[in-house]
């Protein structure tokens, strides 16, 4: 009895050590410069599949989203995580990401998910989609099933870490969205406000790498202690 | 029994053999289509269809992608329940044993490229796509070699009626150019397995210069402005260095014949079938520089670059047909005269022999 006692303290003073020193890496991601402008997806999508065009209102048809960007360079979809982190994933454990497809799109279009975590992918559309995701590291299988309407959701997990895993649509060749895989549970995307926040992070040195799919990574070195740190990134179109 | 008499009974076989390589032409075009579309993987089970029997897909998932690629599984296996027939119609009515056989070696080279195709969704192999597409080009070759073989232009041309030779080196010229197209539509293939858009966006210029810059820094550049509505992968330097192959080879082979149009011309005279020919394919090569151009100028836009293809297929069988037709009728330099004068030493093919 005096063992167990002793046990539960053992962990409980484990465990509150663990909160109190860990912290979180918040930061801003911010663009410099003017970005190409966004394609329009309407007249492909008109043209090879009218269905698709039929969920949206009239004039409203939706255009790229590689550039993610606020009015004042508020940068989203940047996947920022611990470069060199590994073996820390607690994916298994992890609730799982969805990713949808509505409207003949892929929502969201940037995702980041640990090794060994469920990925949910859901049809929410009226129409037909192949899922195709199509790793390039060893390790990650390349799939491609087709979900019908209504169809129930596909699961995948991934046992290794890739940067910007692809998942496209080959019915409606315009849907695309890219998923990166971490070995561990600290990373984050940017939101539509160019903010993200990796939590509990434990004390430490790191190299923090902000990464976008079409602007390349950049890198700093932060040390974690007891407080929160902040870490903005500024990319540039040139 | 001579090669006239072989096939003067069968027009209905010849006509029949054309009619295969039309389908196969427009089923290349299609598998052009299906490429240019992206659309490959957009029906992944094979030889079913989204789990239906392939020819009783409901017309309600002939959409989008899958369109292309389902009509491309129907042509396919029209195009090869056609060869099927040739193949026994030839064995059972052709007494050529060599033709019998080709009608053998189309019949597996169709079945194995149907097989390739199914292999290239269900293993989800890009580079199995890639080798279908070269094989396809193949096929179409043989096809139209058939094609000829069983027609009267064949049967009086191996009769020697219309007696004259070609040189050597204009022979040597005409395959070396046709092996280098061949070579050119693997480069091609190559890029569209890619799945990388247009490596280079501009043309005649690479990226504004006359040879584009593929440091990392450049390459990163090129990637951060490239917006496409396909969103493809990334490009590399490779793929770069690829595109300005495909180019010089383009140049090359512009060049090289027009030297063998130019020498058809001057050796057998402006009314010599291999003559026209020869400027035919000159015109091919003049609209397949057009059509690679306006790919790019379109920004890849499908059907440009499916004509582009068909075009390039078009291009591959001229040079092979004109060598088909020219073989055996090859004599040294010497012994031509321009203008198709023979003098000196004269060379009769075997089969002129024979017919004589």
Redesign the interface.
């Known amino acids: 009895m005096k063992t167990v006692a002793l046990s539960i303290l053992a962990v409980g003073i484990f465990g509150a050590g663990r909160i109190v020193f860990a912290a979180d890496i918040i930061g801003v991601i911010t663009l410099k410069g003017t970005p ?6 309407g007249p ?1 999508m008109t043209e ?2 009218p ?2 065009a039929a969920m949206y209102p009239a004039g409203k048809l939706p255009t ?1 989203h ?1 550039y993610v960007v606020g009015p004042k360079g508020e940068f989203a979809d940047v996947v920022v995580s611990l470069k060199g982190v590994t073996g820390k994933s607690t994916g298994a454990s992890a609730p799982p990401a969805v990713l949808d497809q509505k409207g003949c799109l892929y929502s969201p279009q940037i995702l980041a998910i640990q090794t060994g975590q469920k990925l949910i992918v859901r049809n929410s559309d009226s ?2 989609h ?1 899922v ?1 995701c199509t790793p390039t590291v060893p390790g990650n299988e ?1 799939h ?3 979900q ?1 309407p209504g169809a129930a959701d596909l699961t995948y997990t991934f046992p290794q870490p890739e940067m910007f895993l ?1 998942f496209k ?6 849907m ?1 969205a890219w998923v990166s895989v971490f070995d561990s549970p600290y990373f984050s995307v940017s939101d539509k406000d160019g903010k993200f926040v990796i939590k509990n992070v434990p004390p430490g040195k790191y190299t923090v790498e902000a990464n976008h799919r ?3 990574a950049q890198t700093q070195d932060v040390e974690v202690a007891d407080k929160d740190v902040t870490v903005n990134f500024t990319f540039e ?2 | 029994m001579n090669a006239r008499v072989q096939n003067k009974n069968d027009p209905w076989l010849h006509r029949f053999a054309v009619l295969t390589a039309i389908i196969t032409f427009f089923l290349l075009g299609l598998g052009g289509l299906v490429t240019s ?9 094979w030889p079913t269809s ?2 239906y029997n392939m020819f009783a897909l409901p017309i309600k ?1 002939w ?5 292309f ?1 389902h009509t491309h599984r129907l042509l396919a296996s029209g195009a090869g329940f056609l060869t099927t027939i040739l193949a026994v119609w030839l064995w059972l009515k052709d007494p050529r044993k060599w033709m019998r056989w080709l009608g053998v070696t189309a019949f597996l080279l169709v079945v194995a490229q149907g097989v390739l195709g199914g292999l290239r ?1 269900t293993l ?1 192999m890009n580079d199995l796509g890639v080798i279908h597409g070269v094989v396809a080009q193949s096929f179409f070759i043989l096809m139209c070699a058939i094609a000829l073989f069983t027609s009267r232009f064949w049967v009086n041309w191996s009769a020697g009626e219309k007696v004259f030779c070609v040189t050597r080196g204009l022979w040597t010229l005409v395959l070396a150019v046709t092996v280098l197209i061949f070579c050119q539509l693997m480069l091609g293939a190559t890029m569209r397995g890619q799945h990388a858009g247009l490596a280079i966006p501009d043309f005649p210029a690479a990226y504004g210069k006359i040879w584009p810059a593929t440091s990392p820094d450049a390459i ?2 090129y ?9 493809e ?1 990334p490009i590399t330097a490779f793929q770069i260095v690829l595109q300005m192959a495909h180019r010089i080879v383009a140049l090359t082979i512009f060049i090289l014949v027009a030297a063998g149009a130019g020498l058809s011309w001057r050796q057998l005279g402006g009314k010599n079938p291999l003559a026209r020919l020869a400027v035919f394919w000159l015109v091919l090569i003049v609209c397949q520089i057009a059509l690679g151009a306006w790919t790019i100028w379109s920004n890849k836009a499908a059907d440009v670059a499916t004509l582009h293809v068909m075009v390039g297929a078009l291009s591959l069988v001229t040079g092979a047909l004109w060598c088909i037709i020219a073989f055996g009728r090859q004599a040294g330099e010497a012994t031509i005269a321009p203008a198709g004068r023979i003098s000196g030493a004269f060379s009769v093919s075997p089969s002129v022999a024979a017919n004589k």
């Not at chain 1, 190409?36 to 997806?41: L, Q, S």
């Not at chain 2, 579309?37 to 089970?45: K, L, T």
């Open positions: 190409p402008a966004e394609v329009d997806i492909k090879a599949s269905d698709c790229t590689f129409c037909i192949n195709h390349e491609n099933d087709v019908m692809r649509c080959d019915v409606h060749p315009w695309f079409k602007l390349g179109v040139k | 579309h992206e659309a490959g993987m957009s029906v992944p089970d989204y789990g998932f959409k989008g992608g899958a369109f690629e969704v989800k990163a550049h990637n951060a402005q490239r917006m496409d509505v396909n969103g992968n």
